[in-house]
């Protein structure tokens, strides 16, 4: 069974930062392409950021967070981040790493953001 665990969110004011964290157990990890999705208050899910799996790592970022936010892997410990930088009041979501949309099974808890003053 596939499961995949978000944490790090919290609390902070606009133009702050957070660093979110992906690890997950069932899958190949490390060959498998994470996504970062959201869900701000009353909409639906939406993505955030991906980084590819294997070798020659590719990112996509969504429009409405390049230059603010980035992805990475963290090799050593074997998860995924979310570095979210100048954050604003339009970031607060729960935030949520998983596979690919049209692969994923379920969803975990996700970790909540809340951005404001």
């Known amino acids: 069974q596939v499961q995949f665990v978000a944490s790090g969110g919290g609390w902070v004011q606009p133009g702050g930062s957070l660093r979110l964290s992906c690890s997950a157990s069932?899958?190949?990890?490390?060959?498998?392409?994470i996504v970062w999705y959201r869900q701000p208050p009353g909409n639906q899910r939406e993505f955030v950021a991906r980084?590819?799996?294997?070798?020659?790592?590719?990112?996509t970022i969504a429009d409405s967070v390049k230059g603010r936010f980035a992805i990475y892997r963290d090799i050593a410990r074997n998860t995924v981040r979310l570095q979210m930088d100048d954050l604003e009041p339009d970031d607060t979501a729960v935030y949520y790493c998983?596979?690919?949309?049209?692969?994923?099974?379920?969803w975990g808890q996700g970790t909540q953001v809340t951005v404001s003053s």
């Open positions: 998983n596979v690919d949309i049209h692969l994923v099974r379920e």
């Open positions: 069932g899958i190949n990890f490390g060959d498998s392409a």
């Open positions: 980084v590819s799996g294997g070798a020659g790592i590719t990112k």
